[in-house]
């Protein structure tokens, strides 16, 4: 799939606007680092290519 170039300047906007902000970008963003992250946070900001299906929202993925 195309790249999402405005995502890589994403977390530093975030990041000024909302103190404390913790970014996992890449090779960073593991399953297991993304989980162990949300314990620790109210809000999660996912970017990401995603397929959404409507009538039958368990059939949503990644892609």
Avoid: I
């Amino acid at each position: 799939m195309a790249d999402l170039p405005s995502v890589r300047a994403e977390p530093g906007h975030v990041a000024g606007a909302v103190p404390g902000t913790d970014t996992l970008v890449g090779p960073a963003a593991t399953p297991d680092a993304v989980l162990a992250g949300l314990g620790r946070y109210r809000w999660a900001r996912f970017a990401c290519h995603t397929t959404q299906h409507v009538a039958e929202p368990s059939r949503s993925a990644r892609t």
